[in-house]
């Protein structure tokens, strides 16, 4: 990955992902990859790749190479989860193995893109098969330990995991964690949990999302309005974005 650096595309990178001081990015260090770069590694890579190895990736200074052990994740997550292997008990331990490893290091997916290609189709889709770390109780408590961290990427994980869980028909965890993280005073968690809203309205039911919005669009930030109602018919979200929000 080191052979494929790109300077130029470096520079861009770095100043998209707002990695300059106080911004929610500062310090993070790119290659200057594109994602599609970065899943050609996979694919030479993902299947042979020990787990056991992830750790160095996953710990590494270049945001591309991090990237690249959450997708290595991805791909061994997925293998153990086709319909197939869903009941069967070496697949639900080697599924039980990558979430635990991937929450060991989820602070090392320390922006929105590391989040958001990696945390549905692991964490996510984990909520919605059978493990034996816990019941659904117990899946309850991780993802609240997640939303009530203090780091926002944690943060981030707890609501935009619903995208896998809300595509396979499953409303609850979108509208949980969202109703937490209702007042959260990040930009990045209002766009996160407005988006959740609108793919749980998309795939599960839009009269669900207005249930929410009845109920909340009076106090949500006008940023997660705006993303929540996107996909709605015209008339509706002029009626939405008429109610009086916070932000």
């Known amino acids: 990955m080191e052979s494929l650096r790109n300077d130029a595309q470096r520079h861009i990178l770095m100043g998209f992902f707002k990695t300059g001081p106080g911004e929610y990015g500062e310090g993070d260090e790119f290659l200057g990859l594109k994602v599609p770069q970065t899943r050609e590694v996979v694919k030479l890579v993902g299947k042979d790749f020990p787990l056991s190895e992830i750790p160095e990736l996953?710990?590494?200074?270049?945001?591309?190479?991090?990237?690249?052990?959450?997708?290595?994740?991805?791909?061994?997550f997925e293998e153990l989860a086709t319909k197939r292997l869903q009941n069967n008990q070496e697949a639900i331990r080697g599924r039980d193995e990558i979430l635990t490893l991937y929450l060991q290091y989820a602070e090392q997916a320390n922006?929105?893109?590391?989040?958001?290609?990696?945390?549905?189709?692991?964490?996510?889709?984990?909520?919605?098969?059978?493990?034996?770390?816990?019941?659904?109780?117990?899946?309850?408590?991780v993802l609240d330990s997640l939303a009530q961290n203090p780091c926002l990427?944690?943060?981030?994980?707890?609501?935009?995991?619903?995208?896998?869980?809300?595509?396979?028909?499953?409303?609850?965890?979108?509208?949980?964690?969202?109703?937490?993280?209702?007042?959260h005073p990040h930009d990045l968690m209002h766009k996160a949990v407005g988006?959740?809203?609108?793919?749980?309205?998309?795939?599960?039911?839009?009269?669900l999302l207005c249930n929410?919005?009845?109920?909340?669009?009076?106090?949500?930030?006008?940023?997660?309005?705006?993303?929540?109602?996107?996909k709605l018919?015209?008339?509706?979200?002029?009626?939405?974005?008429?109610i009086k929000s916070p932000i």
């Open 58 to 76: 996953l710990m590494c200074r270049w945001h591309e190479v991090r990237l690249c052990g959450l997708l290595i994740l991805v791909a061994k």
């Open 111 to 141: 922006n929105w893109d590391l989040v958001d290609l990696s945390v549905h189709k692991i964490l996510g889709h984990w909520l919605l098969l059978p493990s034996d770390l816990g019941d659904k109780d117990y899946k309850i408590k």
């Open 153 to 183: 990427w944690k943060q981030r994980m707890s609501i935009v995991c619903s995208w896998k869980t809300s595509q396979m028909g499953d409303p609850t965890w979108c509208l949980r964690y969202a109703e937490i993280h209702l007042h």
């Open 195 to 207: 988006w959740m809203l609108r793919e749980m309205g998309k795939r599960v039911s839009e009269d």
């Open 212 to 230: 929410f919005l009845r109920q909340h669009a009076h106090e949500m930030p006008r940023t997660m309005l705006r993303y929540a109602i996107e």
């Open 233 to 242: 018919p015209d008339p509706e979200r002029q009626y939405w974005m008429g």
